[in-house]
Structure formats: structure tokens, C-alpha cells
């Protein structure tokens, strides 16, 4: 069952990150006071990627509260299956953050309701499996390769619907590139039990309660969770990150503001810290149709 919206409330710690944004000064010479940068106000409903959520709840929700006076109403998900609710009008949204390009992509195009005319790409992160230091198996998973142990009697290791999530997605390519790169076709038995799938918001919750030994994670996921993770050898897959303003956006400027500071200093250096790989943005689709609030961040022509 998929966790519901909840507003993000400006955290005292984050408070300092409003003199970046310049809200006042004083002019050196006469001693008067230059007029405070507009702040804005309102909720700002990003739908968002569920692998997003420590990170948007923790740091970019918080911080973005207190740099521009925006209040950010998040609602997190499968990046697929928020599409398909934003496809199908069950769900309302200023911001799609999503962590695969071609859920933008099943949102662009007539026929289907043109939500989405642009993408910015801004980050990456590895899939990794991440375990819980308490299971039975963690010192296996220090000593032995990862795809011998998850086969083991026993062992359970949760993943997402590959339907609904891209993360699930890439889980099924990553156990059949190593089924086949490791020659062991009892790594597919793993895709053949549905019991192991979660929503991807309640798979970490599901690992660190030990109901899980093992899941796959991206590494923005496991970082903000000291979860120890093993890489996959040599199955290389990761997230693609993205970010666009929808169609019809109630509230257009916070959601040009959220995208501003998502791809801002501020935004990349919390980014950053929770094991992203941030890339200069580029755009995908219509790039003419950049809000002009964000060629600083995202040049119409990129």
C-alpha cells in the first residue's frame, strides 16, 4: 500500500540556506537596506520517484521550504506507476520526478494527454544489493559472490514490480545478465516468485525490520540508510534520474522554483551527498518549451 502525502516543514538546521539565495543585503555606503527577493508561497505537488524518499523528506524538501517560502507537498511511488496515475487522471501533480526516461516518455505525445513536452536528466545511481547486517547471511555476503548466496536456502531478498517500478525493472535485467554472465539459472527461480516483490517505498522499511535479508537498492537509497550494499560484479545497471514541470501545473512558478533549486548549487550539493552521481542537466522533447525561469539551470538549447 503506498504511503500517502505529507508536507515537508522547514527544519532550523536548514535555515542557513536562505542567505544563498540572496533574500536581503545592506549597501555599504548609505547603510540602507535593499528590498527582501520575493518569496513565494503555496504547496508545490512534486510526484516523485519512491527511491527519492529519504532524500526529498530529509534534505531537499526542508531546504527548498526555507531558501524560497514554498511549502513542498510530495507524494512518492513507482516512477511507472506515478505515470500511469498522471496518465489517467488519478493523480494531480506541478512536478514529476522520475527515475527512468521513459516514464516522461509515456507522458509525451498526444495520445498520451501530453503531460510531459521536456525532461531535464540531472543524476544517476548504481543498482546495488543492499542487506541487512543482522540477517544470518551478512557475513556470506562479505566473503562470497552475492549471486551464490541470494540462491541460498532460506534467503529471502525483496524487490519491486517490474510493472510499476523501474528499479524492478532493472532487477529482472540484472538477474538475468548474471544468470547468464555467471552461468547459474537458479538466480532466475528469483523472478518466478512474485511473494518477493514490495512498493519501493516499503522496501527499505521491510529490510531494516528483518523481514528481509537482502534487496536491490540504488545507492542514493542506501547511503542516507547506512545499509551495506555489494555491487553486482559485472552487471553494471543504474537510474536515470529526471525531472520535468507538467502540463497544466496549478501552481506554474513553485514549480519552476522547485526545478530551479533541485538543479541549483544548493540542490546538487544534497544531491550529492546521498550517493547520487549528479550530471549537468540535458534536455529530452520539446526544449523550447523550458520554462524561461530555468535557463539558468536548464539552457534551452542543451
Known sequence: MRSRAGF????????????????????????????????????????????????????????????????????????????????????????????????????????????????????????????????????????????QVITEPGFRVGRTDPALDPKGKLTVQALQQAASVYRDPALLSILQDTSNIFPEQDLLGRLSAGQLDAGFFYANEATPAHLPTVPLGQVHLAATYTVTVLQGAPNQAGAVAFVKFLLASMGDSILGSTGLSVEKPTVTGDAPAVPAGLHQVVPASS
Not at 23 to 37: H, R
Not at 43 to 65: D, H, Q, R, T, W
Not at 102 to 122: H, I, P, Q
Open 8 to 147: 515537508f516543514v522547514a527544519l532550523p538546521t536548514v535555515a542557513v540556506l536562505a542567505v544563498a539565495c540572496g533574500s536581503s543585503g545592506s549597501t555599504a555606503n548609505s547603510g540602507t537596506t535593499t528590498a527582501p527577493s520575493p518569496r513565494g508561497h503555496g504547496n508545490v505537488e512534486v510526484l516523485y520517484a519512491g527511491s527519492l524518499v529519504k532524500l526529498m523528506e530529509n534534505g531537499i524538501g526542508p531546504a527548498f521550504n526555507s531558501a524560497t517560502g514554498y511549502t513542498l507537498s510530495g507524494f512518492p511511488g513507482g516512477s511507472t506507476e506515478l505515470a500511469q496515475d498522471i496518465k489517467g487522471k488519478v493523480r494531480q501533480g506541478d512536478v514529476f520526478v522520475s527515475a527512468s526516461p521513459e516514464a516522461d516518455k509515456g507522458l509525451m505525445g498526444a495520445a498520451n494527454g501530453n503531460w510531459v513536452s521536456w525532461y531535464a536528466t540531472f543524476a544517476k545511481a548504481p543498482l546495488l544489493l543492499g542487506y541487512n547486517p543482522k540477517s544470518s547471511f551478512a557475513a556470506q555476503l562479505k566473503t562470497k559472490p552475492w549471486y
